[in-house]
């Protein structure tokens, strides 16, 4: 963007941790200055220090903060003069598919960087989005979608016909809650009852659905992104099927469940539905593959996703960007047969939390968190050595992305960078994660959505042939020991030095509210 007037002066970040610093990076490197938002949990956190300006939220809990969109787009008025926030970019996760906040960005007089508020909306209903879908011919998962207050005899009727075992599922749903497998009828009632009360509590509709309970599932997503000209394009796709409660441990790309005939015939697939919506900015259409190679389509995400590096990595893209030159109104500057994939890319989630506990989420100081560096590797992180990691957020620390030509070097390259990357004070799944690469089934390419569940047994025990490689820990304490010392010093210079943003400095600028 040297020498030429950025499509925005300033941006708004409505967003804290590893995503945050990710558009901050892209806006700073377009010549647009990021606001960052934080809470009084986040007030040192990397996001704020790598923003050109921060506006701090009175409050710890995401309901009180990053959620509270009254407060947000009332905070960024009380900016000086010359810093008034032209546009807003929600990143993922807190309000990214929030169409009401999408709305009132537009109302404020604010350029939202996503899809229309209406779009989001019935995307985000999927009851709705299964509605559109079945009316033009996309294949389904059978299900069973009632009309509001149906009796549950009618529940019951619905799943004999569809046969069991059947999902639960909340229309508003995302991230696993709101859904119940069941078994048998006498489950079925009581799944419904939960299913509609943690609905109703995570999203405040307490809508649910049935569907066909797909027995070994592979999650395959497309990246689609589109212009305000009408022109569309896919970027591929990502296979997503390692995940724990229904969340995303690791992702790679291409996907090894598909071949040439069955990716283009999805990819065209993704467009039709992308053409059926109008679709504009960046999306992914989700897809689940059963046994046999029939795909379904299962919803649209309105947003960037977790993943979207190992796009990045093998399109060599931008796709932050990309965002960012649509919502001011640019054309997409390719077509489709410019967009031709490069090598294999695998990101694996290292996240604060205990796998032989159940996924339980740790707390604590990371003492040590020492990222490795090589090329064809990327570590995308909202934290840095010395930092809080606390109840209030998300358990993810980073994610870790590797890029080579083929999906064994790819593989290779991620177990050097799991093994290199020491982490202290804390649990994490870094032993899991490598556990998982080392897997013959995972190498071979052979898994699918309840992989990890068969990692563990009941007694959440590592199986023997989950356990991790022995190399691990001596590698760590390594690292460790050859860096303590500074480790120690960065992390108290980390809690004693003086905010410049309290005492004035200069270069960045902090707004109380």
């Not at 009084?40 to 704020?48: C, L, T």
């Not at 649990?427 to 190498?443: G, I, R």
């Amino acid at each position: 963007m040297t020498g030429h007037k950025p499509l925005f002066r300033t941006v708004l970040v409505a967003n804290r941790g590893a995503v945050a610093v990710r558009i901050i990076q892209t806006l700073q490197e377009m010549g647009i200055r990021a606001v960052a938002l934080a809470s009084e949990a986040d007030r040192f956190a990397k996001h704020v220090q790598w923003a050109d300006a921060t506006v701090y939220l009175p409050g710890t809990s995401p309901k009180d903060t990053y959620l509270n969109q009254a407060l947000i787009l009332e905070s960024i008025k009380r900016l000086p003069r010359g810093w008034q926030v032209e546009a807003v970019h929600p990143g993922y996760g807190f309000l990214s598919e929030n169409a009401a906040f999408a709305a009132a960005c537009q109302q404020a007089g604010l350029t939202f960087i996503g899809p229309e508020p209406e779009l989001i909306g019935r995307m985000g209903d999927k009851v709705e989005a299964r509605a559109m879908m079945e009316a033009v011919g996309i294949p389904l998962v059978p299900g069973w979608v009632g009309e509001a207050g149906s009796e549950e005899n009618a529940y019951l009727q619905a799943a004999e016909t569809i046969g069991y075992p059947v999902l639960v599922k909340a229309a508003a749903g995302g991230g696993g809650k709101g859904m119940r497998r069941v078994a048998s009828p006498e489950e079925l009632l009581e799944a419904i009852r939960a299913a509609a009360r943690e609905a109703q509590s995570a999203f405040g509709d307490a809508r649910i659905f049935l569907e066909k309970y797909i027995t070994r599932p592979r999650h395959v997503e497309f990246q689609i992104l589109g212009d305000q000209h009408g022109h569309r394009v896919h970027w591929y796709e990502r296979e997503c099927s390692v995940q724990r409660r229904h969340q995303k441990v690791i992702e790679e790309t291409p996907s090894p469940a598909l071949n040439n005939a069955l990716r283009e015939e999805m990819a065209q697939t993704a467009l039709h539905i992308a053409d059926l919506m109008q679709y504009t900015h960046a999306g992914t259409i989700e897809f689940i593959l059963d046994e046999q190679g029939r795909y379904y389509f299962l919803e649209v995400n309105t947003r960037l996703q977790v993943e979207h590096a190992i796009t990045e990595a093998t399109l060599q893209q931008d796709l932050v960007r990309c965002q960012v030159e649509v919502a001011a109104g640019l054309p997409l500057p390719f077509k489709q047969a410019d967009i031709k994939p490069i090598g294999h890319a695998i990101e694996c989630r290292l996240y604060a939390e205990d796998p032989s506990q159940g996924y339980l989420p740790d707390t604590g100081t990371l003492t040590v968190y020492r990222p490795p560096h090589m090329p064809g590797l990327r570590i995308d992180s909202g934290f840095q050595e010395g930092d809080a990691v606390t109840v209030h957020y998300d358990a993810m620390l980073a994610k870790i992305v590797t890029h080579a030509p083929d999906r064994q070097a790819a593989m290779a390259k991620m177990q050097w960078a799991l093994s290199h990357f020491p982490v202290l004070g804390l649990k994490t799944n870094l032993s899991l994660l490598q556990a998982v690469l080392l897997h013959p089934d995972f190498q071979a390419g052979r898994y699918h959505t309840h992989f990890l569940e068969e990692c563990f047994n009941a007694q959440g025990t590592q199986n023997p042939a989950f356990s991790a490689d022995p190399r691990l820990p001596a590698l760590l304490v390594s690292d460790m020991l050859a860096s303590q010392s500074a480790s120690l010093a960065l992390a108290a210079h980390h809690v004693t030095v003086d905010s410049p943003w309290e005492s004035g400095g200069a270069w960045r600028m902090g707004v109380s509210v």
